[in-house]
C-alpha cells in the first residue's frame, strides 16, 4: 500500500491540476474539482458549497486505482464535521482517538471535533465511495435555543457550550430515511443561483437537525437505563473539574470521592459511564493535550512540560506521550512549522 504525506499528496495534486488530469472551477458559493486520473490515481470529484457564514456542504466520490493511505494534518481552527457515509468504507487512524485503525462505513453516520491532529485515511482500491460532509462552526449551535443541551452527549455539549471542549468522534449510528432522503436532495438539488444556496442550507439545517434528533434519543436511553440519579451524574462533573484544575498534584479516587460525596465504587462506574474513560484515563488524556499544547508554544523544555503536567519522571512523560500520539515530544517539537 502506498503511503502518501499531506507535501506528497499536494505535489502530486499540482502536477495534475497542470496536466488537466484534476480540473478545478468555482462560482460565487461553491467550488468543484474533477479527476480524471484513471491510470494513475483513479477518478473522483469534490464539491464544497459555502452556505452561511459557518456552514458548509462538502460532497465527494469516486474510485481509486490503487489502495493509497493519505495523510491529513488538520488545521488548529477545524469546525465540526457531520458525515454521512453513502457509499465504500474508508480506514482511519486519528492520533486522540484510541490506538487503533477505525472504519466509517456505508450506511453509517458520524459526528467529530478533532482540530489540530493527524489523521491517516486508507483509499481502498476499486471501490465506489461517496459521502456527504456538513461542516459547522459551533457558533451555529449557539444560536439556537439551549434548552435540550443537557440532554447531548458530554463532549458535544463542552463544545457547544465552549467549556474545555475535546476532541472526539462518534458514530451516531445508522443513516435514517428521512437522513437519505435529505441526502439525495441535496446530489439532486432542482435549483440554480440564490434558489440552490436556500435550499441547500435548510437541507443541511435538516440533516443537523435529524443528527442531533438521534444522538439526544441515544443519550436519553442511557440515561434512562443509568443506576445514576441526576444529582450523581453533576457530583461526578465536579469530579471532572477536580482533575482539570489539579493536573500536577490530582487526588487519587477515594480523595477525589470524598471531595465529591461520592463513594468511590459510585465515582468509577458513574465516571466510566458518563465519560466513557477511568478517572485515571481521562486525567492521561488531559495531561497529553495540555502537554502537546505547552510543547508547541515552546516556552518549556521537555522535562519543564513534563513537570507542569505532573510528571516527576521526564522519561516516563515522553514514554506516555509517544503511546498517546505515536511520536515522542522531541519529534512532535521538531514536526511543527515555525
Known amino acids: 500500500m502506498k503511503y502518501l504525506t499531506t507535501t506528497e499528496y499536494q505535489e502530486l495534486y499540482q502536477k495534475y491540476l497542470k496536466t488537466g ?32 457564514p459557518g456552514l458548509k456542504i462538502n460532497i465527494s466520490g469516486g474510485k481509486a486505482k490503487y489502495t493509497f493511505a493519505r495523510e491529513i494534518q488538520h488545521h488548529a481552527s477545524m469546525p465540526l464535521i457531520l458525515a454521512f457515509q453513502l457509499a465504500g468504507t474508508y480506514r482511519v487512524w486519528t492520533e486522540g482517538i484510541g490506538d487503533d485503525y477505525y472504519c466509517e462505513k456505508s450506511g453509517e453516520n458520524y459526528l467529530f471535533f478533532l482540530p489540530g491532529t493527524k489523521e491517516i485515511e486508507e483509499i481502498p482500491t476499486g471501490e465506489n465511495l461517496e459521502r456527504i460532509r456538513i461542516i459547522v ?22 463544545l457547544i457550550a465552549n467549556y474545555s471542549p475535546q476532541i472526539f468522534h462518534r458514530n451516531v449510528g445508522a443513516i435514517t430515511p428521512a437522513m437519505q ?22 437541507k443541511a439545517l435538516e440533516l443537523i437537525s435529524l443528527q442531533l434528533t438521534q444522538l439526544i434519543q441515544s443519550q436519553s436511553e442511557i440515561i434512562s437505563s443509568s443506576f445514576l440519579q441526576p444529582d450523581d451524574i453533576e457530583r461526578i462533573y465536579q469530579a471532572k473539574s477536580i482533575l482539570e484544575a489539579n493536573l500536577d498534584n490530582p487526588p487519587s479516587l477515594m480523595e477525589l470521592a470524598k471531595k465529591v460525596q461520592l463513594n468511590d465504587y459510585k465515582l468509577k462506574r458513574g465516571f466510566k459511564e458518563v465519560f466513557g474513560t477511568t478517572t485515571f484515563g481521562y486525567l492521561q488524556k488531559i495531561r497529553m493535550e495540555q502537554g502537546k499544547n505547552l510543547l508547541a508554544e515552546r516556552m518549556l523544555t521537555v522535562a519543564g512540560v513534563a513537570q507542569t503536567v505532573g510528571y516527576k519522571s521526564p522519561s516516563r512523560f515522553c514514554d506516555a506521550f509517544k503511546k498517546h500520539f505515536g511520536i515522542t515530544p522531541r519529534n512532535y517539537r521538531m514536526s511543527l512549522n515555525f
Do not use: H, W
Open 181 to 202: 432522503q435529505a441526502l439525495q436532495q441535496i446530489i439532486n438539488c432542482p435549483y440554480q443561483g440564490m434558489a440552490k444556496q436556500i435550499y441547500l442550507e435548510s
Open 21 to 52: 488530469k484534476i480540473i478545478s472551477y468555482s462560482d460565487d458559493f461553491e467550488t468543484f474539482l474533477r479527476i480524471q486520473a484513471e491510470q494513475e490515481l483513479g477518478v473522483g470529484y469534490e464539491r464544497t458549497i459555502q452556505l452561511r
Open 137 to 158: 462552526e459551533p457558533d451555529i449551535f449557539r444560536n439556537f435555543s439551549s434548552s435540550q443541551l443537557d440532554l447531548m452527549p458530554s463532549e458535544l455539549k463542552a
